[in-house]
């Protein structure tokens, strides 16, 4: 399970995951949509790798987007999941995305 925590002032259009450079839409699990828990629920055979990368990416109503961590250099690493020992990368590893926070998210392959 994937777990973000929203909280924006601004009108939160889309909240998603992208794990191994794919999109995947999160849904609200509790709150309002602007203030609120979005989680993706996902089987860990569906990651591809040892230690799967991944980031959050919010749009907001005028298309702006924002990741977390927000720089490209850093991801998150599936940490537990097919042995993988580790919970953050800090770019070295070549399984880290290479998209600039400020990206376009249609350009990212989505999961349906």
């Known amino acids: 399970r994937f777990f973000c925590q929203v909280n924006s002032k601004i009108r939160v259009r889309d909240v998603n995951v992208v794990i191994d450079k794919l999109a995947y839409s999160m849904s609200r699990d509790l709150g309002e949509r602007d203030r609120g828990n ?17 980031y959050f990416f919010i749009t907001d109503s005028f298309g702006n987007t924002f990741r977390f961590p927000e720089t490209s250099k850093y991801s998150f690493l599936s940490f537990g999941i097919n042995r993988c020992k580790e919970n953050f990368s800090d770019g070295s590893r070549s399984t880290v995305p290479s998209i600039h926070p400020s990206f376009n998210p249609s350009a990212i392959p989505s999961v349906a």
């Open 38 to 54: 979005y989680i993706l629920n996902i089987d860990s055979s569906s990651l591809s790798k040892e230690c799967s990368s991944y």
